[in-house]
Nanobody, 117 residues
């Protein structure tokens, strides 16, 4: 089992940058695939970026080239560097981890990102 805590959200102007952090505790974090999702309105969450245990990454088309996901397994941390932010990036961002054998899923509590002038 793993617990996830996000941080780093806030208010930023269009064109600015933020770095979100996801701190994990508990199980062997290095084997987990980790994703960042975001949610604007309603129950639907959008996959933003993901990184697997081997470091392979994937991105939504809407953020490709602007966002970078990375992980530091020694520190049990996953980061989302967000550059060239746009108002449409405004959302609550969630860290999500999947245990590769049991397929159990874990979510953080979310961090608000607001892009506005």
């Amino acid at each position: 089992q793993v617990q996830l805590v996000e941080s780093g959200g806030g208010l930023v102007q269009p064109g600015g940058s933020l770095r979100l952090s996801c701190a994990a505790s508990g199980s062997i974090f290095s084997i987990y695939a980790v994703d960042w999702y975001r949610q604007v309105l309603g129950p639907q969450r959008e996959l933003v970026a993901g990184i697997n245990s081997g470091g392979k990454t994937n991105y939504a088309d809407s953020v490709n080239g602007r966002f970078t996901i990375s992980r530091d397994n020694a520190k049990k941390m996953v980061y989302l560097q967000m550059n060239s932010l746009k108002p449409e990036d405004t959302a609550v961002y969630y860290c999500h981890a999947v245990q590769p054998f049991s397929k159990n899923e874990y979510w953080g509590q979310g961090t608000q990102v607001t892009v506005s002038s």
